[in-house]
Nanobody
Framework: HVQLVESGGGSVQAGGSLRLSCVASGRIDDSYRMGWFRQAPGKEREAVAAVWHRGAIITSYVDTVKGRFTISRDNNPDTLYLRMNSLKPEDTAMYYC??????????????????WGQGTQVTVS
């Protein structure tokens, strides 16, 4: 079993920055794909970014955050980060960390991930 705990959310003004963290524990290793998703009130959960190993480190982003957000992962302890710059009001959402032991399929589909954190709120005004 894998546990994921997010932190780092908050309220910022448009143009500001935040860094989200997700500490992973349990039976997780470098082979897991990890990602960030977000969900705004009344909207479906959507992908933000993901990272995984396949010979090299691979990162992917949705178009709306490319150039503004950076995903990264450290191994000791196993922590996933999301650096968010130039935040916009439309980035307001609950942000979730997710992990899965496989890297096949479509990285941006929530149903491709087995483990989820509780979320951390980001509000941009």
């Amino acid at each position: 079993h894998v546990q994921l705990v997010e932190s780092g959310g908050g309220s910022v003004q448009a143009g500001g920055s935040l860094r989200l963290s997700c500490v992973a524990s349990g039976r997780i290793d470098d082979s897991y794909r990890m990602g960030w998703f977000r969900q705004a009130p009344g909207k479906e959960r959507e992908a933000v970014a993901a990272v995984w190993h396949r010979g090299a480190i691979i990162t992917s982003y949705v178009d709306t955050v490319k150039g503004r957000f950076t995903i990264s992962r450290d191994n000791n302890p196993d922590t996933l980060y999301l650096r968010m710059n130039s935040l916009k009001p439309e980035d307001t959402a609950m942000y979730y960390c997710a992990a899965d032991p496989t890297y096949g399929g479509v990285w941006s589909r929530p149903d491709e991930y087995t483990y989820w954190g509780q979320g951390t709120q980001v509000t941009v005004s």
